[in-house]
């Protein structure tokens, strides 16, 4: 049985866990980001450092790495720091999802218990689709996304990259071609029509509300 060490100790960190043990790998460590909780336990497992551990390396080559944190420019940092020292983030997809032979998963992936992803589709690096979503046929979600839980993405749409589907949000089919890169799209939303690079919509249908800082 392969090990992992499991980065962010936060309120998020127990659905990794659960994850990657469902997926047939054991915890070796928790990081957290500083050393305040160093020598906690968290469910059973010893919280042994922070992510300094990361830094101090020159190689992670042999190692197993998931992420648990919900911030997406932490994720994506760290992802890459990772992946440029060696190690690997394997994509972890739950057994009870749904899984088309047709579609591509990128590494660092994680896809959480009752989704589905069917054919032609593709998920980027480094992108968590949580409980009960569906990414319809022929869709595509960048990378370094957070796709919430109970979303549906419709056919042909193309999600960009750091972008944020919030929870029971859906992309309309034939609606909706593309959402740009770093956007967020709120709870609860309908989308039938584009959003541009940077920006906030929510509602039904959802509307901009603003745009974010580059």
Same mark, same amino acid.
């Given at each position: 049985?392969?090990?992992?060490?499991?980065?962010?100790?936060?309120?998020?960190?127990?659905?990794?866990? $659960?994850?990657?043990?469902?997926?047939?790998?054991?915890?070796?460590?928790?990081?957290?980001?500083?050393? $305040?909780?160093?020598?906690?336990?968290?469910?059973?497992?010893?919280?042994?450092?922070?992510?300094?551990?990361?830094?101090?390396?020159?190689?992670?080559?042999?190692?197993?790495?998931?992420?648990?944190?919900?911030?997406?420019?932490?994720? /994506?940092?760290?992802?890459?720091?990772?992946?440029?020292?060696? %190690?690997?983030?394997?994509?972890?997809?739950?057994?009870?999802?749904?899984?088309?032979?047709?579609?591509?998963?990128?590494? !660092?992936?994680?896809?959480?218990?009752?989704?589905?992803?069917? !054919?032609?589709?593709?998920? %980027? $690096?480094?992108?968590?689709?949580?409980?009960?979503?569906?990414?319809?046929?022929?869709?595509?979600?960048?990378?370094?996304?957070?796709?919430?839980?109970?979303?549906?993405?419709?056919?042909?749409?193309?999600?960009?990259?750091?972008?944020?589907?919030?929870?029971?949000?859906?992309?309309?089919? !034939?609606?909706?071609?593309?959402? !740009?890169?770093?956007?967020?799209? %709120?709870?609860?939303?309908?989308?039938? /029509? $584009?959003?541009?690079?940077?920006?906030?919509?929510?509602?039904?249908?959802?509307?901009?509300?603003?745009?974010?800082?580059?």
């Amino acid at each position: 049985m392969k090990s992992l060490n499991i980065l962010g100790i936060g309120r998020n960190t127990v659905t990794v866990m $659960d994850l990657a043990e469902d997926c047939g790998f054991a915890i070796k460590s928790l990081l957290h980001y500083n050393d $305040d909780r160093t020598g906690e336990y968290y469910f059973g497992h010893e919280i042994k450092g922070s992510f300094q551990y990361l830094n101090d390396r020159d190689s992670l080559e042999g190692e197993f790495f998931a992420l648990s944190m919900g911030d997406l420019a932490i994720r /994506e940092r760290l992802y890459t720091m990772i992946v440029q020292k060696g %190690g690997t983030v394997p994509a972890l997809v739950h057994p009870s999802c749904v899984i088309s032979r047709r579609c591509e998963i990128g590494d !660092g992936v994680q896809i959480m218990p009752g989704s589905i992803v069917q !054919g032609d589709s593709r998920i %980027g $690096d480094n992108t968590v689709i949580t409980v009960n979503s569906v990414i319809a046929h022929s869709a595509t979600v960048g990378a370094n996304c957070l796709i919430s839980g109970n979303v549906m993405i419709g056919a042909y749409s193309d999600i960009g990259n750091n972008t944020h589907i919030g929870q029971g949000a859906t992309v309309v089919s !034939g609606k909706v071609k593309h959402v !740009g890169n770093h956007c967020i799209l %709120g709870a609860g939303s309908t989308l039938l /029509e $584009d959003m541009p690079d940077y920006t906030i919509y929510a509602g039904c249908p959802a509307k901009f509300l603003k745009n974010l800082s580059r």
